[in-house]
């Protein structure tokens, strides 16, 4: 895709927006119906929002409109967090390769921005389907959205003039920009590309969290004409930070993915050390957002609960309930896949033989903590079954389905996955410090008291609390959690200070498997972020915007988790599908061919 | 091209676990569909009939169950005869109602005018409360539901019930509703939960006590008593069971086709 044709699919946009708004004027779609909606909208200028009927829906012979919407919305999403997460990356890789002067770093971050360049291009043509897809099936929603959003929408479509630019500047200038003070001048445009990224990703999320919690209109939906009221609504930075935390991870997954996938087609050894290396990084990167990402989405999930306890009950209390069961078996295959290439690339060195023996009990904990948050809440029985069990929740295990055992088995899921890392970053070094047995000792207390106090608040307010007082655990589990790897990673370093190395690291000596886990770890997230976007949507139910503007098509009803399923899992292999495409696209380039006697001499 | 197509039958054997896992492994609940506006025919309910359409409101439509249960995310409103004129005295009460019944609608539609100890949105002091207002938003009971909620409520928080009938109420919906022919619905699932049969109808562990348990029903009734007991519920009244408890229209309400859906779905619980 070229630039000129993503500037007109981008003019295309501008100007389907701008008639859009003009036939919101020119027609007057909007009746008012009631006194205090007509006093709103004569003193403001606006409109309720509209009543719709079924008929408001135009429709396509063969199409379902919502699952069109859906999947647009999805793949669009998918390429976008892409996009925006690898740049973020790329400039972090880059630093560091300035700071260290190891040209290893730059070569690496060229080749993640290689592969995310014609990932542009298919998030700016999947935007254009999507916008296309809501102004054909959902036209009056788009119209009311973009009659408050009017100058947001119209300059994030400019803005995406800005982000072209910068990365073709800064994609094609790479090689250009070296040495001295191009090369800053190369960071600078590098971080421009971000902050533009991260405005047109903040954009965005104020149009889908307006949608959930509805901010700058009264009780009928009329605007008050303050933008930034809704733009600034309750959920848009619980869903920012959620989402620039998850961008990164799902990122570095990906890449990882590609790293891996040269790495099992590699010919040669000095090219299989180099996408072990690159794989190793991406894993890293994934595992570092990985981390505080189940903190992001539990101060999220409170925030819908504050915002809406009706909402938050929906979410997680509702028929959402069994969806969080579907989100701990892909949680769990996270945790244990990126463990796993952590404990596979231990073979890399020599050294690591000292912490081969602690890997099965930190995959013992890894399983137990999964098995817990799989354990449901509610249990379908059959009366036999009722009886037998004397309710619908066991005595002992009942307890396992709510939130303070959750919380805890993801503590202990993060703090053993933390302790993996470290046993890594140790495995190739034999400390030198003269106090290395009393630090190891420190080491083990604080992960000892810390595990034990993550217990004792999740048993205790588990099973000796009453249900309003159940959450109270979750922050100081999680204090816990973060003062244990603050503290033990700057312990850590303390003590390999000037640590001798058992031997070079043999990158490339990884065995076939652990790239399968690069690639469980991607596909996995993948899925997951697609399910979790059924949920956020989900949890309106028959709202286009909560309270204030119904859904009235006919797929108004909420579908089965199946079914969400379903349209997830077909929409990630035509994501998958175009992933690929863009690796392909992406060493096509350096391929050449040298066709003897085509051409005159 | 060998790894290239283990690495897309891996993908698409991880995506398929997880699809099926959906699908296959845990249960499939088919959600409500979207509340519709009722179309209440009050000029021939009874009280009694009005209270119950009111309970129905309370486990139904209004959503109050969802926080006013044993759980303790809202306080329990079965004590409403004497915990209501306290707290109209109660310094923190900011409405304006004399009565129990002004004091139960002001409540419903104006929830933070009293927030009761400890229940209040967090940070407010208990000053707001994070009860919606139920006359809006997604719940959007009509003025004549909250009538019926309030008679519940009165009913059985041990208050006389004051609360009259409205009789000259136009219904929001009635004319969007009137003459227009929705779509006969073939699962019964879905025809319970439309009717709100669970509100008062256990099956299987689920849903209210107030009519008998449906568990196994056709293990004792035949066709012909279900089809009757659904068109005409007082014609004979359960042992332990109120009269005029379910709703006497149903026939008005209900498709031929789907009552016998219905039917066949009962006569199949055995």
Redesign the interface.
Same mark, same amino acid.
């Given at each position: 895709m070229k630039t000129g044709t993503r500037l007109a699919i981008f003019g295309l946009f501008v100007a389907l927006v701008t008639l859009t708004l003009a036939g919101f004027d020119q027609f007057g779609v909007f009746a008012a119906e009631s006194e205090s909606a007509v006093d709103a909208a004569a003193s403001t200028g606006y409109g309720p929002a509209p009543k719709l009927t079924p008929d408001d829906y135009p429709t396509i012979a063969g199409v379902n409109s919502r699952v069109a919407v859906w999947v647009f919305a999805q793949l669009h999403l998918w390429f976008a967090a892409f996009v925006l997460a690898v740049p973020i990356f790329v400039f972090i890789i880059e630093a560091i390769g300035m700071r260290t002067r190891d040209k290893r770093y730059d070569d690496m971050a060229y080749e993640f921005i290689k592969v995310t360049i014609t990932a542009y291009s298919l998030t700016a043509i999947l935007g254009g389907l999507l916008i296309f897809a809501l102004i054909l099936f959902y036209p009056h929603l788009i119209t009311y959205l973009s009659t408050i959003f009017k100058e947001s929408m119209f300059y994030y479509a400019l803005l995406f003039f800005a982000e072209s630019a910068v990365l073709y500047i800064y994609y094609y200038g790479w090689h250009w920009l070296q040495g001295g003070f191009k090369k800053w001048v190369h960071l600078t445009l590098g971080l421009m590309l971000n902050a533009v990224g991260t405005t047109l990703m903040l954009l965005a999320n104020a149009w889908l969290t307006f949608m959930m919690s509805p901010a700058g209109v009264d009780a009928a939906g009329v605007f008050s004409g303050d933008a930034w009221a809704a733009i600034h609504n309750f959920l848009w930075n619980p869903i920012n930070i959620h989402r620039f935390v998850a961008n990164i991870a799902f990122g570095g997954s990906i890449v990882g993915a590609y790293a891996a996938f040269k790495f099992l087609t590699a010919t040669a050894e000095k090219e299989r050390a180099h996408y072990d290396w690159m794989g190793y990084n991406a894993n890293f990167i994934a595992i570092c957002a990985l981390l505080p990402l189940p903190f992001a989405g539990y101060y999220l999930a409170a925030e819908i609960y504050a915002y809406s306890q009706q909402m938050g009950i929906t979410l997680m209390g509702g028929i959402f309930a069994w969806l969080f069961i579907i989100q701990a078996v892909l949680i769990g295959t996270l945790f244990l896949s990126a463990n796993y290439y952590l404990w596979c690339g231990m073979g890399r060195s020599d050294g690591a033989k000292r912490y081969t023996k602690y890997i099965k009990y930190i995959a013992i904990v890894l399983v137990g903590a999964f098995l817990v948050w799989f354990t449901p809440h509610t249990l379908v029985l059959t009366n036999e079954e009722l009886k037998s069990l004397g309710g619908p929740h066991h005595t002992i295990l009942g307890p396992l389905g709510i939130m303070p055992a959750k919380n805890t088995a993801v503590n202990l899921m993060i703090l053993f996955t933390a302790l993996s890392f470290m046993f890594y970053r140790r495995a190739n070094k034999i400390a030198t410090v003269s106090w290395v047995k009393a630090g190891n000792a420190v080491q083990v207390a604080l992960y000892s008291a810390g595990i034990v106090n993550i217990m004792f608040l999740g048993i205790y307010h588990g099973y000796f609390t009453n249900t309003v007082y159940k959450v109270a655990a979750s922050i100081p589990q999680v204090l816990t959690t973060l003062v244990i790897m603050v503290v033990s990673i700057t312990l850590d370093s303390f003590i390999y200070r000037g640590a001798k190395e058992v031997g070079p690291l043999r990158w490339g000596r990884i065995p076939a498997r652990a790239q399968y886990a690069l690639f469980l770890l991607a596909v996995s997230f993948t899925w997951l972020m697609g399910l979790m976007g059924y949920i956020r949507s989900g949890i309106r139910q028959h709202w286009h915007v909560l309270d204030i503007m119904r859904d009235a098509s006919p797929d108004a009803f909420t579908p089965t988790l199946g079914y969400a399923a379903n349209v997830v899992s077909v929409a990630a292999i035509i994501f998958m599908a175009m992933v690929i495409f863009v690796f392909w696209i992406a060493q096509v380039g350096s391929n050449k061919t040298l066709p003897a006697g085509y051409w005159k001499e | 091209m060998r790894?290239?197509l283990a690495?897309?039958a &891996?993908?698409?054997l991880?995506?398929?676990f997880?699809?099926g896992? @959906? *699908? &296959?492994g845990? =249960?499939?609940? !088919? =959600?409500a569909?979207?509340?519709k506006e009722e179309k209440l025919d009050l000029s021939s309910m009874t009280m009694d009939q009005f209270i119950a359409l009111g309970e129905r409101l309370f486990n139904g439509k209004g959503?109050c169950t969802?926080?006013h249960n044993a759980?303790?995310?809202a306080p329990m409103l079965g004590t409403i005869a004497d915990a209501v004129p306290k707290r109209l005295k109660d310094p923190r009460y900011t409405g304006e109602a004399g009565d129990i019944e002004e004091y139960l609608i002001e409540s419903l539609v104006e929830p933070s005018v009293f927030v009761v100890a400890g229940f209040g949105?967090?940070g407010t002091n208990d000053t707001e409360s =994070?009860? =919606?207002d139920v006359s809006?938003? @997604?719940?959007g009971l009509s003025e004549a539901e909250v009538a019926a909620v309030v008679a519940y409520l009165q009913d059985s928080g041990g208050a006389e019930v004051t609360v009259e009938i409205p009789q000259d109420i136009d219904e929001e919906g009635d004319d !969007?509703e009137e003459g227009e022919a929705r779509e006969a619905v073939n699962d019964p699932k879905k025809l319970m939960a439309m009717f709100t049969c669970d509100a008062c109808h256990m099956i *299987?562990?689920v849903g209210g006590d107030v009519g008998p348990n449906l568990?196994k029903i056709g293990a004792n009734r035949d066709r012909a008593y279900l089809r009757r007991a659904i068109l005409d519920p007082n014609a004979e009244i359960a042992t332990g069971f109120e009269a005029d408890m379910m709703p006497a229209d149903m026939g008005e309400q209900i498709y031929v086709k789907e009552l016998e859906v219905l039917v066949d779905y009962l006569a199949g619980l055995k």
């Open positions: - | 790894q290239f690495v897309v &891996f993908t698409l991880t995506i398929g997880f699809a896992y @959906s *699908n &296959f845990i =249960p499939q609940i !088919e =959600p569909p979207p509340p959503t969802l926080c759980l303790g995310r949105k967090k =994070p009860m =919606p809006g938003g @997604s719940i !969007e *299987n562990g568990s």
